[in-house]
């Protein structure tokens, strides 16, 4: 599992140094190959093969002639590149994903569980300013609600049970 924010920079031709926490979870799961896309908020997703294939086999509407889910597959699955760490644990951005993050040389990388995350620093910045006085407000909702399903449930088994 990925998890961690790290500050991180792309030299000259586009390559991304994976700082070494994350390179040695690729090593230990064997992720070589990585699917890089545009994600929201400016962000790229960074998916490990087989985290892009489950996605894309678990998520991702099939091809259809719905317009909206043409133009999401056009964005999302027609945006993405293929890449492979090279031996000094880089891997190539290409140029029109780094123009989408508005990412030049410096960027926030973060591991978020199966994928990562890459922004340029204004961009999480911007973000992080931005979604911060929700982060309670968040988190009261998804864990208020997670922890409340089930002392109901085991309410309504005690009164069925009675």
């Known amino acids: 599992m990925y998890f961690g924010e790290t500050h991180t920079a792309l030299d000259d031709k586009g390559r991304l140094a994976i700082p070494v926490q994350f390179r040695r979870i690729m090593q230990t799961l064997d992720h070589d190959t990585w699917f890089i896309t545009r994600g929201y908020d400016n962000a790229l997703l960074l998916y490990h093969k087989e985290a892009w294939e489950a996605l894309l086999d678990e998520q991702v509407p099939p091809p259809t002639l719905d317009p909206h889910i043409v133009d999401f597959r056009r964005f999302f699955v027609g945006g ?3 890449g492979k760490l090279d031996r000094q644990g880089r891997i190539l951005i290409p140029q029109y994903l780094r123009a989408y993050a508005g990412i030049d040389r410096e960027g926030v ?3 978020v569980e199966d994928h990562l995350e890459l922004w340029s620093n204004t961009g999480w910045h911007a973000f992080h300013e ?3 006085p929700d982060y309670k407000e ?15 449930q085991s309410e309504e088994r005690s009164d069925v049970e009675r």
């Open 80 to 82: 993405a590149a293929k």
């Open 130 to 132: 931005r979604r911060m």
């Open 109 to 111: 990388l973060q591991g």
């Open 138 to 152: 968040m988190a009261a909702e998804l864990f208020g609600n997670y922890r409340s399903r089930p002392a109901q």
